[in-house]
């Protein structure tokens, strides 16, 4: 199993960016697709998820209502659309796939390698 992401960059606050992690290996039409991120001298967080079967999404309280999760099939890929970046949003992302949800990153078995973002005030 591979995960690829990409898309991160240097935004000022207030600024969007749109994250991508492209899938393969496996089948993944039963797995859990989540998003966390981490800041320098801090743990890893949950940021975002989604079912790629039912489209369920979840989201940590912090970024509900700027950023939005989504998959394309298709394709394999998963995005994170992330509208009205602040400061406090600059860590490296990681995308991550397990065949039960969960909001703790230790729970999760496959990993991509970072994508840092980078929010300037």
């Known amino acids: 199993v591979q995960l690829q992401a990409s898309g991160g960059g240097l935004v000022q606050a207030g600024g969007s960016l749109r994250l991508s992690c492209a899938a393969s290996?496996?089948?993944?039409?039963?797995?859990?697709m989540a998003w966390f991120r981490q800041a320098p001298g801090k743990e890893r967080e949950f940021v975002a998820g989604?079912?790629?079967?039912?489209?369920?999404?979840y989201y940590a309280d912090s970024v509900k209502g700027r950023f939005t999760i989504s998959r394309d099939n298709p394709k394999n890929t998963v995005f994170l659309q992330m509208n009205s970046l602040k400061p406090g949003d600059t860590a490296t992302y990681y995308c991550?796939?397990?065949?039960?949800?969960?909001?703790?990153?230790?729970?999760?078995?496959?990993w991509g390698q970072g994508t840092q973002v980078t929010v300037s005030s």
């Open positions: 290996g496996r089948t993944f039409s039963r797995y859990y």
């Open positions: 991550a796939a397990d065949s039960v949800f969960s909001r703790l990153a230790s729970r999760y078995d496959y």
């Open positions: 989604i079912s790629w079967n039912t489209g369920n999404t």
